[in-house]
């Protein structure tokens, strides 16, 4: 495999896809975000939920 699909869990060798950590629809709202082109200062206000994808969305207004 050249490329990994965002949010995508590969292995083996030669690389497959195993699983999405995500649905489509929260990996096509997190890739909207751009979230990792934010500056740090906008990242570091957003930390408490950073571990919650659903959460950091629902902040956003992205889902439900």
């Given at each position: ?52 994808p ?11």
């Open positions: 495999m050249k490329d990994v699909p965002p949010y995508a869990i590969v292995g083996g060798n030669p690389a497959q896809i195993i699983k999405y950590r995500f649905p489509p629809e929260m990996i096509e709202a997190l890739l909207h975000l751009r979230w990792w082109d934010w500056p740090l200062e906008k990242i570091h206000g957003h930390l408490d939920v950073m571990n919650d659903a959460a950091f969305l629902q902040r956003h207004g992205l889902w439900r």
